[in-house]
């Protein structure tokens, strides 16, 4: 049973270019979430899918975000224009609708750095 | 809106000995779950355990148990037998009622375990 994986690790990127991430979940899972974690903070909830749907969307997610999930498997999350401010860790979590608990378990992440 | 604290910037223990992490939460809600998650250097939130708002035992995993304190409204994780592994951050977080899927994370406790 393979986890989540996200894809790349690591990017970096100047001032006003576009980035796109990729976030592939547990397989059968059918609820997907982005969070983003600046330095010393705890994760931030930016988005959530249950299968293609984008059921819920933050405030900080902001008109330059965009993340889709064409066919209810993986996720891309793109960021356009690219500001120093979005450097963090981007991270990806799913979970099935199952049950009680629903818990969330999380990928990797993805650490962006804009110079 | 939901919040959870954690007032532990970091926590300094000794090997083999139980470590308790705080965390208080703030909800209206009378249906909620609570979770923990441990976050080494790598990245990767690793899931613990789990506490829903009507279970009326506290959860146990392995070395890991939830103290349970709904009126205090306190989550407090308790590491027995603290081993070096165990250094991380840790992380509470809430999830509210069904239908709002989002956690909200706390800013974490740095958990260093001495040899």
């Known amino acids: 049973d393979t986890g989540v994986s996200q894809n790349p690790r690591h990017k970096i990127t100047k001032r006003g270019q576009n980035v796109t991430f990729r976030c592939d979940p547990i397989?059968?899972?059918?609820?997907l979430y982005w969070y983003r974690q600046t330095l010393g903070q705890g994760p931030e909830f930016l988005t959530y899918?249950?299968?293609?749907?984008?059921?819920?969307k933050s405030r900080l997610l902001s008109d330059r975000f965009s993340a889709e999930r064409p066919k209810g498997s993986f996720s891309t999350l793109e960021i356009q224009r690219t500001e120093q401010g979005d450097s963090a860790m981007y991270l990806c979590?799913?979970?099935?609708?199952?049950?009680?608990?629903?818990?969330?378990?999380f990928g990797p992440g993805t650490r962006l750095t804009v110079l | 809106a939901q919040k959870i604290t954690q007032t532990q910037p970091g926590m300094f223990v000794q090997e083999k000995e139980a470590v308790t992490l705080d965390c208080t939460y703030d909800?209206?809600?009378?249906?909620?779950?609570l979770f923990w998650y441990k976050q080494p250097s790598s990245g990767e939130m690793i899931f613990l355990i789990y506490?829903?708002?009507?279970?009326?035992q506290n959860a146990t995993e392995g070395r890991y148990s939830l103290n349970f304190q709904k009126a205090r409204k306190s989550a407090n994780l308790v590491i027995s037998a603290s081993q070096l592994g165990d250094s991380a951050m840790y992380f509470c977080?809430?999830?509210?009622?069904?239908?709002?899927?989002?956690?909200?994370f706390g800013q974490g406790t740095r958990l260093t375990i001495n040899p």
């Open positions: 506490q829903g708002s009507y279970d009326q």
């Open positions: 899918f249950q299968n293609e749907a984008q059921l819920e």
């Open positions: 977080a809430m999830r509210g009622p069904q239908g709002a899927q989002k956690l909200v």
């Open positions: 979590a799913s979970s099935l609708r199952a049950g009680y608990t629903d818990t969330q378990y």
């Open positions: 909800t209206s809600d009378p249906s909620y779950g």
């Open positions: 397989s059968e899972h059918n609820r």
